[in-house]
Nanobody, 116 residues
Framework: QVQLVESGGGLVQPGGSLRLSCAASGSSDSIAAMGWYRQGPGKQRELVAR???????NYADSVTGRFTISRDNAKNTVYLQMNNLKPEDTVVYYC??????????WGQGTLVTVSE
């Protein structure tokens, strides 16, 4: 089992920046990839960014060039640096981990609000 604890959400003005953090514990040595998803009201959860243990990354088109995912393997922590935030980025963000067996784990979610 893997436990994920997120932090860093909050309120920011359009054009501002936030950094989300997600710390993994438990069977963290089994994690193959970590990432961030987001989900708005009445919508499906969508991938924002993902990073593998080896450092390979992929991003949703809507955040490419604005968001950067990084990972500190020694701390079992993944970060999402979000720059040039837009009102449409306002949703709940969820940390995700996938282990070597293909099991998915989720954090509790953190709300990001982009507003004047």
């Amino acid at each position: 089992q893997v436990q994920l604890v997120e932090s860093g959400g909050g309120l920011v003005q359009p054009g501002g920046s936030l950094r989300l953090s997600c710390a993994a514990s438990g069977s963290s040595d089994s994690i193959a990839a970590m990432g961030w998803y987001r989900q708005g009201p009445g919508k499906q959860r969508e991938l924002v960014a993902r990073i593998t243990t080896g450092g390979s990354t992929n991003y949703a088109d809507s955040v490419t060039g604005r968001f950067t995912i990084s990972r500190d393997n020694a701390k079992n922590t993944v970060y999402l640096q979000m720059n040039n935030l837009k009102p449409e980025d306002t949703v709940v963000y969820y940390c995700n981990a996938v282990d070597d067996s293909g099991n998915y784990y989720w954090g509790q979610g953190t709300l990001v609000t982009v507003s004047e």
